[in-house]
């Protein structure tokens, strides 16, 4: 191409000006991508040695088997209690050489393919693969397998044998096994009005009138005579649709559809409980126990076939009963009640004892505790646990030492008041013994017999030490292993870093951690990205160092950014006033990122605070598309993936118990919909095309609200995906999102086009 003299200048000025535009040497390369493919799940657990200890018991407390990665690949260890020795529980190249003879497949002695593995006598080792019961003596060396009998899940067998139940043409029957006679229980039975079955979470109708995927339930009651289950109710249910564009084979999409009820709807799936007295040839409708199909009813035989009972939850789950059924009567008592202005704890711990007692959970203190209260007359005869803190198992109950072993956290001071503790306590509330000393995260597995535990105990920056203790009073029998982080340590691996901040009551300590590049130099600046899950059941700043580690954070960071993850107030594990500040007010859940992540970067010189991101997925993904609308000048880019955009849009009973119900106004006003107009910065909606759990409608929604707004963003759908994609183990999304920052975040250009992980 030949230019005039005169145009070269003005061709020179354009290229400078070009080159202003562009960073002058990208920051990201291949290797970038490749140093955060390497902390993705299926990769940075291989590069740890003995992570944790998850023992399958043996013999009570004998001892246990457990499996690590190490050095020579997955390894199965088993431990004997009585001379605390850990050794390899059998030669995993012999293992596999008899696997491949016997099969002719290929197997790899340094991951065998083996699970629920165990050993009987010491001399044989049990074990399943490829649906297969196997058993190895090691002592004949013969290995042998037999098919895992799959249960049929459509009928179901009296504790006595003589009886089969099972359902036809949507009606409950009876079979006698010793004369083959089928007797129908019911008999009003038919389509939408269904005997003896359940709605499946994740049932998925093929086309308009297509038939759903049938279910069966039933409970014995131990004298074989009655028959507790219940009616599915859908005649008067709404579905929900979906298009799969996915199938190769087909042309035109494949209507989807499912059952799942939205807040405040009447037109749900209902459940109403049945008792069928075989004797007396008798049913029994229980009417005013019916609840809509996502709350349900789970009531349990007494030892004499006359009662059950369980927790009936009201609908908006601000009041829950403890109830007894009378079989024959059909009557109703209430033993305990317990009610809420925002809404009860729906997995309260329960425990029955063997003297007319049980233990009950309770959060009406503002903190969670156990409770123990006579059955009779369902008064409260002690609390077992009280104080500033928060029961989470109830881990062991010796009922004739009439001893509780529980964990908690909060009651240590000056601890992070997430960290799990192991504790005793005796029935009567008195000796509270704290079981695990140390300052740090404590995951335990008792023993059946009650004898002994394993504890894994460890923080974000502790690798995890795992110890065989003495139950009854937490002495330390043996160190089982240590996490083995030599490999991390030679990559430049830095543990995340915990932090606090003060939340926006402007009194609540609230904590976070922040995760560095293995490249990191504080003499440089880093924008800062938010992960965020704030849903009020969960907490999701990790605790330990397994989940620091195997998380979105790390890979993230990897490519030149600061990531930082907090457990604002309104989320789970601390005082019932902690958790109820986001009730009616999940949409101000990233208040609190904003001003922990304005704290953090006010100590920390090497924070950009000028160039902050978030991403989320679910619940998550409703965060970061709402932080990008509440907070539009703070937050300058956004990855909303699978985001239940909308609570009016979602399933019915996460927003009921957390946003309220009856649906208000609140509804409408922290809607990312309604609010589509007030973004500035670069947004990234993603979901998949087959969402059964967080339908994509609501971010087809928020994009047309964008679109009328005159909103520039972008639109992701994975057609062949439903709620599961951009997971820890790294997928397509994955690098979609890191590009997405990369890009409008970090400034520099992504590589196109290169799948992670491969070369």
Sequence with gaps: ?????????????????????????????????????????????????????????????KGFVHSANTKEGKRFFKTNTSTFETSEAFDHIILARLLQTKTGESIDQANLPIERVNLVNGKVVTFQWKNQNWTWNLESGAIDSIPISERNE???????????????????????????????LSTDGRKDFEYASFWGWSDIIYGENGERPTHFMVNWSPDSKKIFTQIVDLRIAEKMYLL????????????????????????????????????????????????????????????????????????????????????????????????SPTHVNRD?????????????????TGWNQLYLIDWNSGKEINPITSGNFVVNKLSHLDEKKGVVYFEAS????????????????????????????????HEIHISPDGKLAVDNYSTVNQPTQSILLELETGKHLQKISEADISILKRKGYKSPVPFTATAKDGKTDIYGVYFLPTTFSSKKKYPIIDYTYSGPHTSTAPKTFKAGLLGHQQPMAELGFVVVTI????????????????????????????????????KNTFLDITKVGIFGHSAGGYDAGRAMLLHPDFYKVGVASAGDHDFRMEKAWWPEMYMGYPVGDFYHEQSNITNA???????????????????????????????????????????????????????????????????????????????????
């Design 244 to 339: 799969d564009w996915s199938k190769d084979e087909k042309f035109r999409p494949e209507l989807l559809s499912y059952y799942r009820g939205s807040p405040g709807d009447s037109t749900v799936v209902k459940y109403i409980p049945v008792i069928f007295d075989l004797e007396k040839k008798t049913e029994k409708k229980i009417p005013e126990l019916t609840s809509p199909h996502f709350i349900g009813i789970n009531l349990r035989w007494s030892d004499d076939s006359n009662m059950l009972s369980g927790f009936h939850i009201q609908r908006g789950y601000k009041e829950y009963h403890l109830i007894e059924l009378d079989a024959q009567k059909g009557e109703i008592r209430k033993i305990v009640s317990e009610s």
């Design 154 to 184: 459509m009928e179901s067998f009296s504790p006595d044998r003589k009886w089969k139940a099972f359902s036809r043409n949507y009606n409950l029957f009876i079979k006698n096994l010793t004369t083959g006679e089928e007797t129908p």
């Design 567 to 602: 457990d604002g107030m309104g989320g789970f594990g601390r005082s019932k006033a902690f958790s109820d500040a986001s009730y009616r007010n999940l949409g101000d859940g990233t208040t609190d990122h904003v001003l922990a992540i304005t704290q953090l970067a006010s």
């Design 348 to 364: 309260n711990i329960f425990r029955w004892l063997k003297n007319g007692q049980f233990i009950l959970s309770s959060e009406k």
């Design 1 to 61: 191409m030949n230019l005039p003299k005169q145009s070269l200048p003005i061709l020179l000025f354009i290229y400078i000006l070009n080159g202003f535009s562009q960073p002058l040497h990208s920051q990201i390369t291949k290797e970038s991508y490749d140093r955060a493919a390497y902390f993705l799940t299926e990769n940075i657990q291989k590069q740890v040695y003995h992570l944790e200890v998850i023992p399958n018991w043996i013999d009570g407390s």
């Design 410 to 441: 909060g009651k240590e001071s000056g601890r992070n008041p997430y960290f799990n503790h192991l504790y005793r306590v005796n029935l009567d509330g008195t000796n509270l013994e704290l079981l695990s000393q140390e300052n740090a995260y």
């Design 677 to 759: 107009a007030n973004l500035k910065g670069h947004l990234l909606l993603a979901h998949g095309g087959k969402d059964e759990n967080v339908n994509p409608s609501a971010t087809f929604k928020l994009a047309e609200n964008l679109i009328k707004a005159g909103k520039d963003f972008d639109l992701f759908i994975w057609p062949s995906r439903d709620h599961s994609f951009g997971r820890p183990p790294g997928d397509y999304f994955t690098k979609k999102r890191w590009d997405y920052f990369i890009e409008h975040l970090l400034g520099d250009k992504p590589i196109r086009h290169l799948q992670i992980g491969k070369d």
